[in-house]
């Protein structure tokens, strides 16, 4: 099924019993938020907003909710798009088995992009911001956001459609110094591809000139956070995707969806900023508020019935987790071909994706007969941490599969191979002062941080404690020991207060456990602010240590030593307690969440929708 446009999409799901339409006028106060996180919870269908409080369009979420959905709604283009993304990623392929990709050449050309003639597309109209939902998520959020934006810009050095970049940089609408109607924030980094061209604008001395499509088929959300090989185009893409051309046309020089269901046009001029934010992000705290790019609002437009489609992003799992398991089954094998030797990479959802981590490579450099030890593991994980979305890491857990099979999305399995394995006097490397992602609050300030590398290989080394051992339930000041995993104990510890302090506290329970003898089998300890909370499953654990620690500054060891700049320990302690100058946690509001539940009664639109 190919779609022309999001109402057709959205016929498609309700025929196929994959939406429900909400007819309850809903307020986009919280309350949107609000209902598509709880269905998002139960596993639900996509939900069809009939009735936004303060806007005449209606308003659609929870699309990509499911990978099953989002899987039936590219049914008829799946197969012809990860064949194309293959050959671009590995061209021999053709070579290999060419009846099978004698196809994808065809498909490619009719996903080339479309321009149309004459200028604004039939059935637009010029509205204005304010008449678009205004769709708040969390109630520390600075206003209303749009959350899947197609933010589209060409190169001012070579313009044109097949230069351009096609980006999902959140927008905020309104709140903060924000002028209603005239003036939106882009929430974007300078290396991103619209920061390139904004770089380029800079040095002309001229505006940026962007568009920012809402809406039109699901293809061309998607194409928006694609990691696509290069030389393959967002715009081409989502025409491979969806079916069909990408149609455009430009309007006084803004390049215009002929799909879309709202288009903003607008520029961005050099060095101009405003305070931007909070918004409740994809690690569960808010992003806090920094000066981002302004764009001035040119025109709006929108199209007749136009749907204003959002998602919302918190604490993993959300629906960007069905976003990013859509994306790796799509791409496939590109990151083994980009990084020789790796057989797999697992970006952690319930540690926020960037935080965490797991990779399998290859392990050839020691001679057979000398003591096995990471040798090329380290230059795969160097590889891994230097591309792309991937080098916003902090930790990296990398193996190689030997003596058995192992899958880094067996987590439990995963962690418990590694910390058999490792060597703490030498398998643990550190990276500072260096760049982690701008939404981790873990670090020195914004996009500032450290990573570290634990790197494991060859044979088992120890077992590990399936019971909190003895000597860590006697600890003074340091209580209420857990085991989260075998070999991994959590500590409740005092609030922290500042790093000098911290640096006290753990020399002494280092110390301490120290004096009480060797403690082999339990390798990991995690220093945290609830010990109950950390332990009670396996998502807490990886949420709360992996974003709440900066690799440099909390992690410490018993009987550690600096020998030659390399750094050893005989346990890793990280200290995952809450810092003062991290981002607040997202905390649902209790007077919403029991205002929701008109629409989950009986009668209501969602009554059938259970967890």
């Not at 909710?65 to 053709?94: C, H, M, Y």
């Not at 204003?308 to 496939?332: K, N, S």
């Not at 909370?533 to 654990?541: M, Q």
Request: aromatic share 8%; hydrophobic share 35%; with cysteine.
């Amino acid at each position: 099924m190919t779609y022309r446009n999001l109402e057709e999409c959205i016929t498609d799901l309700e025929k196929h019993g994959h939406l429900i339409r909400i007819r309850e006028e809903v307020d986009p106060h919280l309350e949107m938020a609000a209902i598509h996180m709880k269905v998002y919870e139960a596993g639900g269908p996509a939900l069809l907003f009939e009735k936004v409080k303060g806007s005449r369009f209606r308003a659609v979420s929870n699309l990509f909710g499911t990978i099953e959905r989002s899987k039936f709604i590219f049914r008829d283009t799946w197969e012809s798009s990860q064949n194309v993304i293959a050959l671009r990623d590995d061209p021999v392929k053709a070579l290999k088995a060419p009846f099978k990709y004698i196809g994808t050449g065809l498909a490619a050309r009719k996903a080339l992009p479309l321009k149309m003639p004459g200028g604004l597309p039939s059935g637009f109209e010029e509205i204005q911001i304010s008449d678009l939902p205004q769709i708040k998520h969390w109630q520390g959020d600075g206003g209303a956001f749009v959350t899947l934006p197609q933010v589209y810009s060409e190169d001012p050095d070579k313009p044109g459609i097949m230069n351009s970049n096609l980006g999902m940089y959140r927008i905020q609408l309104s709140g903060n110094d924000y002028e209603m109607n005239k003036e939106v924030g882009v929430h974007y980094q300078i290396h991103r591809g619209i920061g390139i061209h904004q770089t380029h604008a800079t040095k002309r001395g001229e505006p940026l000139k962007v568009s920012c499509f809402i809406g039109g088929p699901p293809a061309h959300t998607l194409s928006a956070v694609m990691p696509l090989p290069e030389g393959l185009s967002e715009m081409t893409f989502a025409g491979l995707l969806g079916g069909r051309h990408f149609r455009y046309s430009y309007v006084d020089g803004f390049c215009i969806s002929a799909d879309a269901d709202f288009v903003i046009t607008g520029e961005i001029y050099p060095g101009e900023t405003k305070p931007e934010g909070p918004f409740g992000d994809h690690l569960g705290y808010y992003s806090l508020v920094h000066p981002f790019p302004v764009m001035k609002v040119h025109k709006v437009y929108a199209k007749k019935g136009a749907i204003f489609p959002f998602t919302v992003v918190g604490r993993p799992p959300q629906e960007d987790t069905a976003f990013g398991e859509l994306i790796h089954e799509l791409t496939g094998n590109a990151i083994k071909n980009e990084v020789p030797g790796v057989k797999e990479v697992h970006a952690v959802d319930a540690a926020g994706v960037h935080p965490l981590l797991f990779a399998i490579g290859s392990e050839r450099y020691t001679p057979y007969q000398q003591l096995k030890q990471p040798a090329e593991l380290l230059t795969i994980a160097n590889r891994v941490l230097g591309t792309g979305q991937l080098s916003l890491a902090k930790y990296l857990f990398i193996t190689a599969e030997e003596d058995r099979p192992i899958s880094t999305h067996n987590i439990a399995d995963f962690l418990t191979y590694i910390l058999e394995r490792i060597d703490l006097r030498r398998d643990i490397h550190f990276q500072t002062n260096t760049t982690i992602d701008t939404l981790d609050y873990s670090g020195t300030g914004i996009n500032t941080g450290s990573k570290v590398i634990f790197a494991a290989v060859g044979e088992q080394k120890r077992s590990l404690c399936t019971k909190v051992p003895q000597s860590l339930t006697m600890l003074e000041s340091f209580g209420e020991a857990k085991l989260v995993l075998p070999g991994v104990v959590a500590l409740q510890g005092p609030a922290f207060s500042t790093y000098g302090e911290a640096e006290l506290e753990m020399r002494r329970l280092s110390a301490t456990i120290e004096e009480q003898g060797p403690l082999t089998d339990c390798p990991m300890i995690i220093l945290c602010d609830d010990s109950g909370f950390i332990s009670e499953d396996l998502s807490n654990f990886l949420w709360a240590t992996f974003t709440r620690s900066n690799p440099s500054h909390d992690i410490y060891g018993v009987n550690s030593t600096i020998q030659f700049k390399h750094w050893s320990c005989d346990n890793v302690i990280i200290d995952a307690r809450v810092k003062p100058h991290q981002a607040p946690p997202l905390i649902p509001d209790p007077a919403v969440q029991r205002n929701i539940e008109r629409l989950f009664v009986q009668g209501g639109s969602l009554s059938g929708i259970r967890k």
